[in-house]
């Protein structure tokens, strides 16, 4: 089974639902199924209760991202979000968009999308805005009465709703930090644009627009871009894998003294070998300048 979720940008997914709703429901599949995020074609809302809520954002555009609003809205306002799994909904695709979209589709979605991460998200907008660096050029408009609405509902903060609705969120709800990942001695940075799961993470020259260089250091001890993370086994290879959020492999160490990010194994990441010149090294921690990491914007107190 299904239920509705998002990556880092916002944009909607499903995925399989989590163990935790499934105990719930007490293994009864015909029950209605708490879902963090809704698909917006596929609504059914009291026409009372709706407007209670807030209604749509009226300063959003065209079409995209208002379901992700009101499922953020709905959850942290008191609300709750079902799939109702015995209903049937039909829904016609059209072949061709009936929608006009002044200054294109991008600009339509990133300003609904912001428009909900600066409403809604508090400082977690950050993964929205790290993850799409174009996005910042996007004018969202004034939001000031969304934000007086959230404020008269006496709604949840962000961080409510990621760690009580969607605790399988690839947002995490507790991290250390979320940046750039560069080697002292190579000036390089790690990078997983292009990549998919089960690739190889390369070290590339660092650029502040791109999303593939953008990492959270969770609590947990992940390295994650959205929902890949690094994952190893003693001396590698360093791979990008689905995160399993089971420690184990995909658990990693920084240590402020030394600046070394070390495995659980106990091996060290490293600057590329001579032999893969592309690829960061797992080896025994030697604390040498090549073992060296700066971890943009490090907080390890947060």
């Known amino acids: 089974m299904t239920s509705g979720g998002f990556n880092w940008n916002l944009g909607f997914q499903w995925y399989t639902a989590s163990e935790r709703e499934m105990d719930r429901r007490g293994g009864d599949r015909s029950l209605p199924m708490r879902t963090p995020a809704m698909a917006g074609g596929l609504l059914a809302i009291e026409r009372s209760y709706f407007y209670e809520i807030g209604s749509y954002d009226s300063g959003m555009e065209i079409w995209g991202g208002e379901n992700i609003e009101m499922s953020f809205r709905v959850w942290m306002c008191g609300g709750q979000v079902f799939i109702v799994t015995c209903s049937r909904v039909g829904h016609v695709f059209r072949d061709v968009s009936p929608y006009s979209w002044p200054g294109g589709v991008e600009r339509i979605l990133n300003r609904n999308t912001l428009r909900t991460a600066e409403v809604w998200m508090d400082s977690y907008k950050e993964f929205v805005y790290r993850s799409n660096p174009d996005i910042k050029k996007t004018n969202y408009g004034d939001v000031s009465e969304r934000v007086a609405l959230r404020k008269r509902l006496k709604c949840h903060s962000f961080q409510w709703y990621l760690q009580n609705i969607y605790p399988e969120s690839w947002i995490p709800a507790k991290y250390y ?92 990441l490293g600057k590329p070998s001579p032999r893969d010149p592309a690829l960061p090294s797992m080896g025994l921690c030697m604390g040498d300048m090549s073992q060296k990491w700066i971890i943009e914007g490090l907080d390890i107190d947060r």
């Not at 940046?179 to 644009?193: A, F, H, M, P, W």
């Not at 791109?210 to 590698?236: M, P």
Request: glycine share 10%.
């Open 177 to 268: 930090t979320l940046g750039y990942i560069k080697n002292r001695q190579t000036g390089e940075c790690l990078d997983v644009s292009g990549k998919k799961a089960g690739d190889q993470i390369v070290m590339s020259h660092c650029s502040e627009n791109s999303e593939g260089q953008v990492f959270a250091f969770t609590h947990r001890g992940e390295i994650a871009n959205d929902e890949l993370c690094l994952d190893t086994v003693k001396r590698g290879p360093v791979t990008i894998l689905t995160c399993h959020r089971q420690g184990g492999s995909q658990q990693w160490i920084y240590d402020n003294k030394t600046s070394t990010i070390r495995h659980i194994s106990n091996f060290c």
